[in-house]
């Protein structure tokens, strides 16, 4: 395609309205795993046995240390802005009195977020990392699965965070919200 056909065309972004009505409609069903990221839907590849452990480890922990003091959401959207609603594996939210009941978290109310990378590292830590920062979300750790590793990333300016952290098998870092309450990352990795 010549660069004078790119510019005869625009992508037009959807809104977070439009995809809960696509859902309404059944234009995306249920079973799908997609997420709305800039306004683009996102097909998220198939949750593998190391994903799905790594959760399941991420859920137990957070509710024995944070039951009580935060919320813990698993594989729950969050409203970054209005074109934008992904997905996290795992989110630490301030505690509300009305827990969420009619709205969707947004990036004032999250603590922390985990997302879970094997097939999907390059998006989680590109543009999916980038929207976060961007938005506020004061803390993301992304459990690298390949790597054996925890990255934490806090401070976001910009698109990016100012502080970005590699945790190994053998450490075990602290939500911000909860210094006191360190993870060990050995009990994160399959």
């Known amino acids: 395609m010549t660069s004078d056909m ?6 037009r972004p959807i809104s977070r309205r439009e995809y809960h009505q696509m859902g309404e ?5 249920p079973e799908e795993r997609v997420e709305l990221l800039e306004g683009e839907l996102i097909a998220m590849p198939p949750i593998g046995p190391e994903h799905a452990f790594s959760v399941r480890e991420l859920n137990e922990k957070f509710v024995q240390r ?3 003091r935060a919320i813990i959401d ?30 969707t978290p947004e990036p004032q109310d999250v603590l922390l977020v985990v997302e879970v990378a094997n097939s999907s590292w390059r998006y989680d830590r590109g543009r ?13 750790w992304i459990v690298h699965l390949a790597a054996s590793c925890v990255l934490v990333f806090r401070d976001p300016v910009g698109e990016t965070y100012r502080d970005e952290r590699s945790y190994t098998r053998e450490q075990a870092p602290a939500p911000s919200a909860f210094p006191n309450d360190p993870i060990d990352v050995d009990s994160l990795l399959p």
């Open 66 to 68: 944070f039951a009580g």
């Open 6 to 11: 790119q510019a005869d065309y625009k992508i």
């Open 128 to 140: 999916k990392l980038r929207a976060y920062a961007r938005t506020g979300i004061a803390e993301v």
């Open 25 to 29: 409609l059944g234009i995306i069903g």
């Open 74 to 103: 698993v594989q729950n959207p969050v409203a970054l802005d209005d074109y934008s609603e992904p997905e996290p594996d795992v989110m630490l939210l301030a505690l509300r009195e009305d827990r969420y009941r009619k709205s």
